[in-house]
Structure formats: C-alpha cells, structure tokens
C-alpha cells in the first residue's frame, strides 16, 4: 500500500526537524527550527479543519440549547486554536508553545468530553469527536518532537498509548462492517484480540510501570497485530479502501510506540498491502 501524501511530507521533515529541534529541547526558552514550525503548522492547520468540520456537524445533527451550548464550547476552542496558529513564527519559543497548546487543548478536551456525553447516539458526532482527537494527538506529537526531558517522554507515551487504543478501537469497528459477509477464514473477531492487548498496554503506560514491564507488555500487542496482518493480507485492497486506511494508521502507531520503547524494528509485524 502507498503511503499518504501527508504521511510521506511529514515523514521527510521530522527527519530534519529531530535533529536541529534536539539540540535546543533543553533551552525551552530558546527560538525553534524553521523545520520544526514547518512541522507543527502543518498540523495545526489540520486540526484547525477538523474543528471546522465538526462544528458544521454540530449544527447539522443538533438543535436547541444543546447545540447552541456545544457550538460555542467549539468555537472557543477554534479561537484558542487560531491564536496558537498566528504564534507559530521564529521568533517564538517551544517553552511559549507549550503553554499556548495546553490552553486550548484543555479545552479542546473538555469539548470532547462534552460531546461524548450530550451526544453519544449521534453516531455523525462522535466520529468527528474521534477524529478531532486523533488530529490533536498528532499536533502534540510534532510538537514534541526532539524534547528528551523525562516528563515530556512520559507525556508522549500516555497520549500516544491512548491513540493507539483509539486506532485499534477503530480498526475493529471498520473490519466488523467490511468483513461481517467475507469468507469464513477473515473474521472481524481476529481483532478484538488487538483492542483487549492495547487496552492493557495503555493502562499499564498510565500506571507508569518500568520500561522493561512495559516491552513486555506490548509483546501481547505484537502478537494480536501480526494476527491482525495476517488476516488483512488475505483481503482485496481495493474492495476494502477504508479498512486498509484504518490499518494502516494502527501500523503507524505501532511502529511509533516500538521506537518509544526501544525494541529493534526489524523485528516489527509490518503490514504490506499488495496491490
């Protein structure tokens, strides 16, 4: 399967970015890289987008006070989100931005809690709470990129634990539908392994076990996920477009969570699509 275009343009400047971005992590006053801020715009403006999105949702699937209540947590968020986005200069610091993203991704959260709550049989909604979440995600990831300090390290691993459930949430959701009338030998149930294995894995990350309990953890997720990638090599890419895409999004977590612990990537279940 060919990765995205925005999965190959991020891949080439993080690169780039580590690098000079390591070099000032510990100077949280100091300027940051042309690199880095490249980076972290072009995830900002995605989140941005996803906010917009779903708010149009909001309106489209809500009425009365509710929406009204939820509509204005959304646009507080944007707001917060816009000043972050107008803050990203050279001039700027990562030790500003790290405060200017904790303000509105307080209540970015908040928001999503809120709509998790109001509108949990809004099936519209909470799709795009998810993705809202999985954009915010990837925002904190690149603006952490190049910080080794211990508590950041930390912090990246719990959020990153976290999507990595959300991603295996999803992917089992999406192979349920797409593979519910398949051939008996790819069964949606060879999933739900992955889902129970990642559950497991983040709340150990969140009960803040040492490094070594924590490989040994993941090792149960490996096994669920090559289970996973055997299954999906069996399906046809092009009948399954959307199920590929959610697969491949869980392989990208897996691949990250693999470097945060350390473990040697040649020894990765990897998913390769023919097609």
Do not use: C
């Not at 580590?18 to 715009?41: C, H, M, N, Q, W």
């Not at 959260?109 to 509108?119: G, I, Y």
């Not at 797409?178 to 069964?187: E, F, I, Q, R, W």
């Not at 990638?229 to 990208?252: C, F, G, H, T, W």
């Amino acid at each position: 399967m060919l990765p995205t275009r925005r999965s190959l343009f991020f891949a080439l400047l993080v690169s780039t970015a580590v690098a000079s971005s390591a070099r000032s992590a510990d100077k949280r006053g100091a300027s940051v890289s042309k690199e880095y801020l490249t980076i972290v715009k072009v995830e900002t403006r995605y989140l941005v987008r996803a906010v917009e999105r779903l708010q149009e949702t909001i309106i489209e699937e809500l009425s009365g006070r509710k929406e009204r209540t939820i509509y204005r947590q959304a646009d507080e968020v944007l707001s917060l989100l816009v000043d972050f986005e107008r803050s990203l200069d050279a001039a700027t610091s990562r030790e500003r931005l790290y405060s200017r993203f904790g303000e509105f991704d307080a209540k970015l959260h908040e928001l999503l809690e809120t709509v998790r709550k109001e509108a949990k049989d809004v099936r519209a909604l909470r799709r795009e709470a998810s993705r809202v979440e999985s954009v915010d995600e990837e925002l904190h990831f690149a603006l952490s990129t190049g910080d080794t300090t211990a508590q950041r390290v930390q912090q990246v691993f719990k959020r990153q634990a976290r999507r990595l459930v959300s991603a295996a949430k999803e992917l089992e959701e999406t192979a349920q539908y797409a593979l519910s009338k398949g051939p008996g030998d790819v069964s949606p149930g060879d999933f739900r392994k992955l889902v129970e294995t990642s559950v497991h894995f983040q709340r150990s990350v969140e009960a803040g076990v040492e490094r070594e309990q924590l490989r040994k953890d993941f090792q149960d997720v490996d096994h669920a996920w090559q289970r996973a990638v055997e299954v999906l090599k069996r399906i046809k890419p092009r009948e399954n477009l959307y199920l590929v895409r959610s697969a491949a999004q869980m392989d990208r977590l897996h691949e990250r969570i693999y470097r945060l612990l350390g473990l040697k990537e040649k020894d990765r279940p990897r998913l390769i699509i023919s097609t």
